[in-house]
């Protein structure tokens, strides 16, 4: 198929996909050619008759696999954001051919075996030795040969086994979607909304995003309704309760085979936090004030509400208490957060502020959809820095929740900038402008700055570039920005009526920061029980069965001191797509380690001045820049000046 794009190089700018040229049949050839070349050139460097150095070895595989790079990344953007049955079967055949693939190359005792003797005295090349061999190590190369070829084994059985979780969730999400066939039973929706929701048939579907508590729940009027849409979400995708059972003893197994007690002393080996204790002391501090919290907040909204609650009755009776006591309405926030207003004044004139960069659309340049967007970034002084892609709504096709990932990896070794993409899950209206929730705001600056820890990399190896970092510190950089959605200089230049560009009332904005701690209790116990469900599922020894799933789950959050019956698990066992089937296994607490991090910088901040030029620069060269070619503590210390402490997040989530 000498016309299958992905055999060269993009000719496009920045070597952006040329997703108009790629076909469904293009793929597996891709694939396959891919992986052949990567192993030849694996074998040449193995084979190699010449002593092993830098160059001849780590720097020969930092170049291998491009096509291979090309075709997974254009894939895996599409088959997440826009896929189709085509794609799913794709997936199915070549997620274990990749495996496999990984574990040929791991697993060549002759190429481990040069790694071993190579030496050097560049700090960058040092840093990024010692990743391999921990790679190398933790996928198994120092294991006996029966030893490899049952991880080879569990390792094909998981990777099939998270395919089938995310497909089988994908389609659940749908097809367990809110069907009301009376507009009346979507009171407390605007018309656009309902509007939004109307089908060819008559019907209204609201499907359900990858979350226990619904954002419908804080809207919806008729109670009866709130509960079917509760109960849908929570119930959704039953047979995935089952592929997590056997995801986790497999996981199970294989940390045994590497010498570990569980999966997840094995995950944050690797990780900032290093050891299962440090992980457990931190949460430790927690549960007991959010849950103290949560029962008081649930005291009044018992009150407010007049009878008993029930879980669905939270969220709603939640935005009456805040309105009550703060005279808050979160619904009028609305019209002030225009989606192209929010980026173009708020995201991005806050990134030109801090960092001086700026922003041009690219209608020249498309993506795999056509509410996709780009935009060239340029640095102060006009040089070119990379490409940022967006693709804001929801749709059947695209998995829940919001992320970034890269298109093109920063990397001085291949002269490569960076091309870095954001995808929201903003329902599209029918018609007329997209109006976002202040938590939407909130979730558009926090991706954008997983966007600019991609777009400041300067690094010289791929395997290094922008968020290349461990898990539990991946999320900081992102949570920082989360501080400029309102700053008042930020928000006055974006938070404007999109009919009449008058900006949002100086009593609405201090209402909304009067109310920020409100509903933290239930926000941390919801997050908590989440990271404590993870916690203990892949702290199962192996062996350690598990007959009753959703039984499991009552017991685990029971033991952590967790449960509690009005605030359900962020997301359950079956709909936990984060850990079974987006590489955060063990790892869901990383969000709450990284704010420990972001709330002493926030900090630091503020203390230094807040929006200033100077500022951005100085997180931008200690620690956006740097990617993962130094210690991630160590950037940070370099950044805050010293080690963090978790006082100021208590104080934040008023947990104090």
């Not at 490899?148 to 094909?156: G, I, K, S, W």
């Not at 990271?531 to 192996?542: F, R, V």
Request: glycine share 6%; aromatic share 10%; charged share 25%.
């Amino acid at each position: 198929m000498p016309e299958n794009p992905f055999f060269a190089p993009s000719g496009l700018p920045y070597e952006l996909p040329p997703f108009a040229d790629v076909r469904e049949e293009h793929y597996l050839p891709a694939f396959e050619r891919g992986m052949a070349e990567q192993l030849a050139e694996v074998d040449a460097v193995a084979s190699s008759t010449e002593p092993p150095t830098f160059g001849n070895t780590i720097t020969a595989l930092e170049r291998s696999g491009r096509i291979l790079d090309r075709t997974a990344t254009v894939f895996f953007s599409v088959s997440a954001s826009n896929t189709t049955d085509g794609l799913m079967e794709i997936e199915k055949v070549i997620s274990p051919q990749l495996t496999r693939h990984s574990d040929a190359i791991r697993l060549n005792r002759a190429l481990w075996a040069r790694i071993k003797q190579v030496t050097t005295t560049d700090p960058e090349e040092s840093w990024l030795l010692e990743k391999y061999r921990e790679d190398f190590i933790r996928a198994g190369a120092d294991l006996s040969e029966s030893d490899q070829d049952r991880l080879r084994a569990l390792n094909e059985d998981l990777s099939k086994l998270s395919t089938q979780f995310a497909q089988t969730l994908l389609r659940a999400s749908t097809e367990s979607a809110l069907v009301v066939t009376d507009p009346k039973d979507l009171d407390g929706f605007d018309e656009a909304k309902i509007e939004s929701l109307r089908k060819e048939d008559g019907t209204y579907v609201l499907p359900l995003l990858n979350y226990t508590a619904q954002p419908g729940l804080s809207q919806l009027t008729d109670r009866d309704v709130r509960r079917r849409l509760y109960e849908l979400s929570v119930g959704r995708a039953p047979g995935n309760f089952d592929i997590a059972v056997k995801m986790t003893a497999l996981r199970a197994e294989r940390a045994a085979l590497l010498g570990f007690p569980s999966h997840a002393a094995y995950t944050v080996a690797d990780q900032t936090a290093k050891t299962v204790e440090a992980v457990e002391n931190m949460l430790g501090q927690l549960v007991g004030p959010a849950v103290r919290n949560a029962k008081k907040e649930a005291e009044a909204l018992a009150e407010q509400a007049g009878f008993d609650l029930e879980p669905w009755d939270w969220p709603y009776y939640s935005e009456k208490v805040r309105q009550a006591r703060y005279d808050f309405d979160g619904a009028a926030m609305r019209p002030y957060f225009e989606l192209n207003r929010v980026y173009r004044d708020g995201v991005f004139h806050a990134a030109t502020k801090l960092y001086g960069i700026t922003f041009s659309e690219r209608a020249d340049l498309g993506g795999y959809h056509p509410d996709v967007t780009v935009f060239e970034v340029s640095d102060e002084d006009g040089s070119r820095l990379g490409l940022f892609v967006l693709d804001p709504y929801a749709r059947p096709s695209k998995r829940g929740g919001a992320w970034m990932n890269n298109l093109v990896d920063q990397s001085s070794l291949f002269g490569l900038r960076p091309v870095v993409m954001n995808n929201l899950n903003v329902t599209k209206p029918a018609s007329g402008p997209t109006l976002l929730t202040y938590d939407e705001v909130e979730t558009a600056f926090h991706e954008f700055g997983h966007a600019l820890h991609g777009l400041f990399s300067q690094v010289r190896f791929p395997r290094v570039s922008g968020t290349s970092v461990p898990r539990d510190f991946v999320e900081y950089p992102s949570q920082v920005n989360e501080m400029w959605v309102t700053w008042p200089e930020v928000l006055a230049n974006y938070a404007k009526h999109h009919e009449t560009g008058e900006p949002m009332p100086e009593e609405l904005v201090r209402k909304l920061k009067a109310a920020e701690q409100f509903n933290q209790g239930f926000e941390t116990v919801e997050y908590l029980a989440a990271t404590l469900l993870d916690w203990a599922w892949h702290k199962l020894a192996p062996g350690e069965s598990v007959t009753d799933p959703e039984a499991f789950e009552a017991a685990a959050l029971e033991a952590a001191g967790i449960a509690y019956p009005l605030v359900r698990p962020r997301y359950r066992t079956n709909y936990f797509q984060h850990i079974f089937a987006g590489g955060y296994s063990a790892g869901y607490y990383s969000y709450i380690w990284s704010e420990v991090l972001d709330a002493e910088s926030v900090e630091w901040f503020k203390e230094n001045g807040g929006l200033t030029r100077e500022n951005g620069d100085h997180f931008r060269r200690e620690l956006l820049s740097r990617g993962g070619s130094i210690d991630p503590l160590t950037a940070f210390r370099n950044f805050r000046g010293r080690e963090a402490g978790i006082q100021p997040l208590l104080k934040r989530r008023g947990l104090i």
